[in-house]
């Protein structure tokens, strides 16, 4: 049963536009979530994360938004620029921290110049 | 990045034969962590460690052991290989509050 959602796998997107990736989670436990950038033949790379406690969280270009009464998350990536074409993961933990986190499939980004 | 490296990188085996998966971190985590990504599956937890010789089952254990004799090696071992274990594997360790990954290892099992 997949606890982490991620129901687009690819989304495609114009240079300097806004980029919106959506996750869904079904376990009310998770408290922390995050978001994972990764390129082809690299390992995933840490973006941004959000503790429950919150319902925003921003960095430079990067923003996640959760809303915990529909079990939903989102990254906002305002400009969207060439290098941000990649594959993203959302991630969700119980427990306050970043242990043995849940993946969803992943949501392949692609920025059209 | 927390410094984690993992060997080999590539490898080609075959079905019935043990692999074993070496992660080398010094950053000096605690949590350490393999995970195999898969399409359609994004990455799922095989066994994680929360101390040396303290490991624990994730959600895709069977046909996996792991091995931590020190806080900053971590093996994965594939006793028989099989072809479904064909994947790509992630090593990574934690700080608190997020969680490195290595480069990855690409296993075949022919």
């Known amino acids: 049963d997949q606890q982490v959602k991620q129901n687009s796998p690819s989304l495609s997107v114009q240079e300097g536009r806004i980029s919106i990736l959506n996750c869904d989670y079904t376990?009310?436990?998770?408290?922390?979530f995050l978001w994972y950038k990764k390129y082809p033949a690299e390992g995933p790379t840490f973006l941004i994360s959000?503790?429950?406690?919150?319902d925003k969280n921003e960095d430079g270009r990067f923003t996640v938004f959760l809303n915990k009464s529909a079990k939903h998350l989102s990254l906002h990536i305002v400009p969207s620029q060439p290098g941000d074409s990649a594959v993203y993961f959302c991630?969700?933990?119980?427990?306050?921290?970043?242990?043995?986190?849940?993946f969803g499939q992943g949501t392949r980004l692609t920025i059209n110049p | 990045d927390a410094g984690i490296t993992q060997s080999p990188r590539h490898k080609v085996t075959e079905t019935g034969t043990p692999v074993t998966l070496r992660c080398h971190q010094t950053e000096n985590h605690r949590y350490m962590y393999w995970y195999r990504q898969d399409p359609g599956h994004g990455l799922r937890l095989i066994h994680y460690s929360y101390g040396v010789k303290d490991t624990d089952k994730g959600e895709v254990s069977d046909g996996y052991s792991v091995s931590r004799s020190k806080t900053e090696d971590f093996l994965l071992t594939l006793e028989s290989a099989t072809s479904s274990q064909t994947s790509v594997y992630f090593c990574?360790?934690?700080?608190?509050?997020?969680?490195?990954f290595g480069e990855g290892s690409w296993l075949t099992v022919v």
């Open positions: 990574a360790s934690s700080s608190g509050n997020t969680i490195y």
């Open positions: 376990n009310s436990m998770f408290d922390y």
């Open positions: 959000i503790s429950s406690i919150k």
């Open positions: 991630a969700a933990s119980a427990g306050g921290g970043a242990q043995k986190l849940v």
